[in-house]
């Protein structure tokens, strides 16, 4: 079997680095900005950790890492159960296929949703 390719990405190339000042977050990699995010409130310490924007901002700057991760995943998990049921059946195995587990069925509707 193949492993199914993805569709060729068209956001901006990672890695993102965040940055921040008093005013906000700003998400990209230098020179091009890809995301900014504005407080709804002033930015503050919330004990020891900034308020749920930040958090969010890191996760935006982590989502090239995590796609590029998750297809990686994929291909991995596919190119297993190719030897798996190449081992088991035989050279033959054209009608025979394989189910995702869940996780992997997750991480496929994740790339999915990312438009990746």
Known sequence: ???????????????????????GFYVGNPGQMVARIYPVVPMRWVG??????????HLIAAAP?????????IAEFEREADENLEKAMGPMICAYSYEDTVGISFARAALKKAGV
């Open 65 to 73: 890492d995590m796609a590029q991760a998750l297809g990686e995943l």
């Open 48 to 57: 020891d950790k900034l308020t749920h924007e930040a958090a969010n901002a």
């Open 1 to 23: 079997m193949e492993i199914r390719s993805r569709q060729e990405k068209t956001h901006t190339p990672g890695p993102w680095e965040l940055e921040f000042d008093e005013s």
